[in-house]
């Protein structure tokens, strides 16, 4: 679903595209909305990047037993390959 904002927008806020997806997608984390994956998909950086992001934020990575459970199943799908 595109959203579209306008350029008086980003430029009253003093933001370009790049920077409010990266401060939409920090926000969301932050407020537990998106996982760590997809607030670096919305920022569109890789994911060391927005970790480097929320570290300079002093935000700190949600990563609790559903996760690990995920990257577990993740890790055992990859090595049946």
Do not use: C, N
């Amino acid at each position: 679903m595109p959203v579209t904002i306008s350029d008086d927008v980003l430029a009253a806020a003093h933001l370009s595209e790049a920077e409010l997806r990266r401060e939409l997608a920090v926000a969301l984390f932050r407020e537990e909305r998106l996982t760590l994956a997809q607030a670096s998909r919305l920022a569109a950086i890789d994911q060391l990047a927005f970790q480097a992001v929320l570290a300079d934020r002093k935000i700190p990575i949600h990563y609790g037993i559903e996760e690990f459970d995920e990257d577990l199943r993740t890790i055992d799908a990859l090595e049946r390959r």
